[in-house]
């Protein structure tokens, strides 16, 4: 087979840059060469299938790793131009109680699906399945990919392979393995957008228990982000979106992270510290863990008065003394768990990790090899939690397939929208 640009990856990344690529040079051959049966299966399945697009609050502070994603989100459509406006998908905000969210208005991810697959139709993009590419080779001024069966030769190619997240839907890392092996650096790869280990010695007794709290990353005793929502304990993690959007964290500070929980926000330790004196007065006859069972489910009640205070729950209230209280009271507000690792890469949203900043141009283009051009999961960047990695899959596969297109005919090459 041959085509003028072939994309290695359909999903969303890589049909956005299809499209864009396709757009920007109508007369060019784009080719998508998807390993799996169907292009779109991730993008199926995000946003637990109501499909989480985009957010409308995008900053900086949204995106981690070494490549500047907001200077490239900033130089493409937003979600209203590409999804409203061109593919004809309604959208709505704030759906699922995220705020800031941006969903499709039929609350399904098919609906944008079969919006991208119309439009790449009536574009004229090929799409081949079934074809995973086992050897990319950079041979006259083009490329020629191997893939079980045969090849394919292309002047451009594109690679939107994603990282190692959720290999169930074909994102299994084997791309970024090709590309090592061409000399292209990546950064360190861990999980992100997933639960964070901890010893299961120390969350013994309170798996299932949901709390709405806030919850800190530190390092070495320095505060590195906070995160408010639901928290959520099981057997060996603490998971919840506010902790997802803690794990890019662990890339960087593996075996010198932990995690301090606020079990009770809304109030100050003053005021937790009246509350159980007055409850201690009031149930004065009664076990220790009616303390606190007017304040939190009974396993957390319970692992509170075992694991802080060292006492069994069955004991007299009146054995917890003025300064149990006040050492209940600092580990309510602040509940130490050491990180000792990250789940594994089927519970992971995202990438931490992956093609360096260095190793493209602001095109996305290759430094070593021209012609060839990275989008999506695949390079160093990793959104929080809540439609911004689908923005950054959107925006850099836009980025990239328009400048593969702008370069066959030795446009500005990425310089200016």
């Known amino acids: 087979m041959k085509a003028d640009i072939v994309v290695i990856g359909g999903g969303a990344s890589g049909l956005a840059a299809a499209m864009a690529a396709k757009e920007t040079a109508p007369g ?23 499909c989480n697009l985009s957010n ?163 390092s070495d005793g ?34 010198r992270l932990t995690l301090r929980a606020d079990l009770a926000p809304d109030m100050t330790t003053d005021e937790l510290g009246a509350y159980f004196h007055r409850l201690r007065s009031d149930r004065c006859g009664f076990t220790a863990e009616e303390l606190l069972s007017g304040f939190f489910v009974k396993n957390l009640a319970v692992w509170l008065i075992r694991n802080v205070l060292g006492k069994s729950p069955s004991e007299p209230i009146d054995s917890i003394n003025d300064k149990d209280i006040e050492h209940l009271c600092r580990a309510v507000k602040s509940l130490e768990l050491e990180v000792t690792g990250c789940s594994p890469w089927q519970n992971a949203q995202s990438t931490m990790g992956g093609i360096s900043a260095n190793q493209v141009t602001d095109s996305l283009e290759s430094v070593k090899y021209g012609g060839m051009y990275f989008c999506g999961e695949i390079l160093d960047v990793a959104g929080d939690c809540g439609g911004y990695n689908l923005q950054w899959a959107w925006s850099s596969g836009i980025w990239a397939g328009k400048n593969a297109a702008l370069s066959l005919k030795g446009g500005n090459n990425g310089k200016g929208r």
Request: with cysteine; charged share 25%.
């Open 222 to 255: 320095r505060e590195l982000r906070r995160e408010k929502g639901e928290i959520q304990f099981n057997e060996n993690n603490v998971s919840g979106i506010c902790v997802f959007n803690l794990a890019y964290l662990f890339q960087q500070y593996e075996g």
């Open 28 to 50: 060019a051959s784009v080719l998508i060469a998807e390993k799996l049966p169907r292009t779109g299966k991730k993008l199926i399945a995000t946003g637990n299938g109501k």
């Open 56 to 218: 409308n609050s995008l900053g900086k502070r949204n995106f981690h790793g070494s490549i500047d994603a907001m200077s490239i989100i900033s130089r493409t459509p937003d979600w209203h131009e590409l999804f409203d406006e061109k593919l004809g998908v309604a959208c709505v905000t704030g759906s699922e109680g995220r705020e800031g969210g941006v969903y499709p208005r039929s609350n399904s991810s098919t609906t944008v699906l079969n919006a991208l697959r119309l439009r790449l139709s009536s574009l004229g993009v090929i799409e081949q399945c079934e074809c995973e590419i086992t050897e990319i080779k950079s041979s006259n001024g083009g490329f020629t990919l191997v893939y079980y069966g045969g090849e394919i030769v292309c002047r451009k190619v594109i690679i939107a392979a994603g990282g190692y997240a959720a290999p169930s839907f074909g994102t299994d890392g084997g791309m970024l393995r090709i590309i090592k092996n061409m000399g292209i650096k990546s950064e360190k790869i861990c999980p992100a957008v997933a639960p964070l280990r901890v010893s299961p010695d120390r969350l013994k007794g309170l798996k299932g228990v949901r709390i709405k709290g806030e919850i800190a990353a530190f």
